[in-house]
């Protein structure tokens, strides 16, 4: 089925082209380059995989419950409106708010692929473009297996959320080399981690969390590219240079916080805009799930030199400056970690289940005999 078939409106035009600017470069020195990076580039050769095979398609999914959503958590929840939904249609709300979830997370998987494929061709140096390769293929593989979870597991797509694409028209449309780095990496890719966090250390389904898991290990490492690379670039820029990137962060992170509401999904049941708008906004989980999703982007912006007044002052009025202080490193570590565990006790559980076939058809050997 064609995916346009599956969007609960009709989208715009097939393809959204966004005109570019800026230069190509070249570099001719290929034996030269940062160690940091060069290691982070052959770690992203060694970790690629196949999202066919890694990944148990053959879990079943409710579509009407993919994610395990309690009650709580749905926006509407306490209000007159659920009161008078039935079981059913809670469970077509369920559908529509992961099928929006995981729907954004799509579209700005194929931003990350268009963004690395930008760096390649801009970033100055040879080392960074290695890394880029590497990332654009894991772009492509995290498009693939989200679109792949949404036509076969859910059966319904919704448009890209308009201030996700009005950030990524911003990244896509600046001639600087770095701003992709800075709008992808940092803001678009931040959020992305700390929302697949959320949702993989709380669903009990298996098939949403063995994705979450195995994305968020390649993410992990786009991050701290992200980080090297802009933290030694930003150390020469002038105070002028860096307060035009605040001004940037700025407004992304504006964007993004109001890209969570998910007010067109009520508005699919019927919900006027404007009181759509406020049941999210006075959503106790979706103010702490908002705050939650800078835990991953401010103490990067910071890292990367990025500190001005008023950009804390941003922060300070979106009530997530305290997240300056959390520890990227043992965060990026964690992810690694629970998709490896996650590897080692599906590999354990196939291996006794082998176990226990051979040992079942040995002794209907003997029964045999």
């Known amino acids: 089925m064609s995916t346009r ?21 070249f570099s001719w ?26 990944i148990d398609w053959d ?8 994610l395990g959503t309690p009650d709580e958590a749905m926006t509407l929840h306490g209000t007159a409106y659920w009161d008078k939904m039935n079981e059913a249609e809670r469970g077509e709300l369920r559908r529509h708010y992961a099928s929006w979830q995981f729907s954004q997370f799509l579209h700005g998987e194929q931003g990350a692929m268009v963004c690395a494929a930008r760096i390649v061709e801009s970033v100055p140096d040879m080392d960074a473009k290695f890394y880029s390769a590497t990332q654009t293929m894991d ?29 990524l028209g911003d990244t896509l449309r600046d001639s600087r080399w770095d701003m992709p780095y800075l709008g992808m990496q940092v803001l678009i890719e931040g959020l992305a981690l700390a929302a697949f966090g959320m ?7 298996p098939l949403p969390k063995q994705i979450l898991a195995y994305v968020m290990q390649d993410e992990a490492r ?3 590219f992200g980080r090297m690379a802009l933290r030694d670039y930003y150390k020469q820029l002038s105070e002028a240079e860096l307060r035009e990137r605040e001004e940037f962060v700025i407004e992304g992170c504006y964007l993004m916080r109001d890209r969570l509401k998910g007010a067109e999904v009520l508005e699919n049941f019927g919900i006027p ?11 106790e989980y979706l103010q702490l799930f908002r705050k939650l999703l800078f835990s991953r982007i401010v103490p990067c912006v910071r890292d990367i030199g990025l500190w001005g007044e008023r950009l804390q002052r941003a922060y300070v009025d979106m009530g997530v400056f305290e997240m300056g202080d959390q520890n990227l490193d043992l965060l990026m570590a964690q992810d690694e970690e629970i998709a490896e565990k996650l590897d080692a006790e599906r590999f354990a559980a196939e291996e006794a289940e082998r176990t226990a076939e051979v040992a079942e058809a040995i002794e209907e050997g003997k029964t045999q005999v």
């Open 199 to 205: 949702i993989r250390d709380t669903t009990d389904k």
């Open 59 to 66: 879990l079943e999914v409710d579509p009407y419950d993919p």
């Open 5 to 25: 078939d599956l969007y609960v409106h009709a989208t715009d035009a097939p393809l959204w082209q966004v005109p570019a600017s800026g230069s190509a470069r």
């Open 139 to 167: 772009e492509a593989r995290h498009a693939e297996i989200y679109g792949r979870f949404l036509h076969e597991k859910v059966g319904m797509l919704y448009p890209i959320n308009d201030n996700l694409q009005s950030l």
């Open 273 to 283: 805009r404007a009181e759509a708008e406020t049941f999210s906004e006075q959503s």
């Open 29 to 54: 020195e290929y034996d030269d380059g940062r160690d940091r990076l060069l290691a982070l580039y052959q770690k992203g050769k060694d970790k690629q995989w196949d999202g066919q095979r890694r």
């Open 222 to 224: 786009h991050v701290a």
